[in-house]
């Protein structure tokens, strides 16, 4: 017969060095004071959240929690570095004793203890992104897989895969249901490759990012002695950004905390925005029910921004059914309203962001503490065209600016070489691109190509490019490349000629905007699905560049455009004088975590943000909207929201667009409408009436 004995914690009367309540206010006294017990810490943006976690820890310390008892699990090692710094700064005493570190390092530090009960050496290789793409790749060599018989995802692709099952709990083949349908008919073969990288992994004694959390978790679930050192072992347990935890993050929690319950996580529900990489918003939201007598504490004193921006706030995340009721309230006087303008297209959006950003800039506030913030990465392509026309700095959170990236150098390079046959950095870019094809493939298909196009016939196309009559010059040279072409790319080379051929008609060739959309339909868009997890976003990115090109009389033009960008871009490469004097780009998903004085939000269109697919379902459109929350708390005096009401869209024409149901959902009190006007010459003869934005505003 056996029974449970409490043995209850001995704390000695305590001697504190910090005077907890004068350091904090009274929510961030409550939580960081709690009993023992599950703990849900509710932290509204702005509100102090790391400070709280950070006294938490010193108040168990100086209560006789023992350092090395206490588990700080965060999702950056610099955040834990910078608590862990704070707390030993609070105490004046040495707390490296104290486990604190992401998950992942955490993970690695216990598996350096136990690898051998599962298979592995204590001194397991962690593979990098890189090296997992390498023995993925030896996976799929082995299992015989013919890649060019049909569209075979690439090794980064796979294990995207493979770590999305694994984080979400779910199968390969509910995985690619879900997130990679065009993928679900070749599931069995994926298995074979996973299971196949698994073997491998252990025969040669490494383990990837992932099994550092899945084989944590083993060693809690099969190794029951193992899983008592370790809930006895930490006796507090503190989580960062729990919303953000996935399913697998979820599950090593709450077995280490199965026995004591002594788990604080603290977060925002209202900014869980990572679904799309495998976050678990039910984690936060069905904590108090997987943890009976839960204590729930609010911290809403927010000291970022000012009360009109967090009025808007509030407002703004409301309509969400999903949630913990908060409401944020300002620890700083007043200042002005959020600001709502309706712009008649992308570019006077563009035109609309950049004089106002050098109008703030003139009245005191540097360009490094303003930031334009968007739902996707495509939505700034005319505003990084207007900065640079201004020669107004920018930086891109991302570093790759749009007209930098992999695919959209891809097209434009298909663009180029019907512009310019001779073009050789084009040519083997596209060849590059074709199964087989390396470095010295390239170089030799190059020259049988330039063999094969006599200097009259290329000169005959370059000097008629811009007629109604282009010679077919270009594709018969590649037709004629044909047997030089490795047998691996026999069908792509045969592809690669046809796109080719439709590319040079007179028809199509006389619309930029069609030459791109066919690229994408003639084999390049089953590229994207087959070379990128995030291929929906780069389609999506080529239409709009499509959109985007009609502005411009000929492909010329464009070209010649995109070409001057990256010249600039590439000057931008160099060391800024003042890093501080460049206004930052980015979306909302990287912004996250930053505060600027001044957030521009623009392309507040219905379809754009919320996006399409988001909208399909509730779920999907309450994420868009904790994401357009954490858009406007981003911003601490001044706030900005535009919507185009013209956007060029994919198949040609304009079409009205909607203002985002976010906008139509605050109500207009919180908000200051602005009417932009067109900017009207100076009636010299009458000086008695001037207006305050002629001398400036185009509008």
Known sequence: MSRDYQLNRFSAPAELQIDYARELNAQQYAAVTAEDGPALVIAGAGAGKTRTLTYRVAWLIEHGTPPDRILLLTFTNKAAKEMMRRVADLLGNDVSQLWGGTFHSVGNRILRRHAEVLGWRPDFTILDREDAKDLIQACVDEAGIDVKETRFPKPDVLGDIFSMALNTGRSIAETLAQDYDHFAPLANKIEDIAARYRERKQATNGMDFDDLLTQWLRV??????????????FQFILVDEYQDTNSLQG??????????????????????????????FKNILEFPQRYFGCQTFKIEVNYRSTPEIL???????APNIHQFQK?????????????????????????????????????????????????????????????????????ITSGIRFFEQAHVKDVAAYLKLVHNPRDEISFKRLVRMMPGVGGKSADKLWNVFRAACCVSE?????????????????????????RAVPKKSAAAWAQFTATIAQLCTAEIRA????????VLEAGYEDYLKATYPNFRNRIEDLEQLASFARQFPTMEDFLTQLALLTNVEAEDNQPAEDEHE???????????????RVVFVIMLCDGLFPSARSIDNPEGEEEERRLFYVAVT??????????????????????????????????????????????????????????????????
Not at 639 to 664: K, T, V
Not at 688 to 698: A, Q
Request: glycine share 4%; proline share 5%; aromatic share 8%.
């Open 220 to 233: 809690l679930k099969e190794f029951p002695d193992l899983r008592d050192f370790y809930q006895r072992r």
């Open 251 to 280: 599950e090593l929690i709450d077995r280490l905390a199965a026995v004591h319950k002594n788990v604080m996580v603290v977060g925002d529900d209202a900014q869980s925005i990572y679904a799309w990489r495998g976050a678990n």
């Open 311 to 317: 009025a808007f706030a509030n407002a703004a995340i």
């Open 327 to 395: 409401e944020l309230a300002a620890a700083r006087p007043s200042g002005m309203k959020p600001v709502v303008t309706a712009c008649m297209d992308a570019g006077e959006q563009a035109a609309f962001v950049a004089q106002r950003a050098l109008e703030l800039r003139d009245e005191g506030i540097p360009l490094g503490e303003m930031a334009v913030l968007y739902r996707s990465h495509f939505h700034a392509l005319e505003l990084q065209l207007e900065l640079t026309r201004r020669n107004i700095p920018f930086s």
């Open 458 to 482: 290329l000169d005959s196309e370059h000097a008629t490019r811009n007629t109604q009559h282009a010679p077919p010059s270009l594709a018969v040279a590649l037709q004629q490349c044909a």
């Open 511 to 518: 619309k930029t905007d069609a030459m791109i959309r066919l």
């Open 582 to 596: 460049k206004i930052r780009l980015s979306s909302i998903h990287q912004a996250k975590g930053l505060e600027f």
């Open 634 to 699: 981003r911003a601490k005096d001044e706030l900005y929201l535009s919507h185009p009401l013209m956007r060029f869209m994919q198949g040609g024409g304009d079409m009205m667009q909607q203002p985002s149901r976010f906008l139509a959902e605050i109500p207009v009190e919180l908000r200051e409408e602005w009417n932009l006007r067109p900017h009207v010459a100076t009636d010299f003869s009458d000086m008695g009436e001037t207006n305050e934005h002629s001398e400036e505003s185009p509008f």
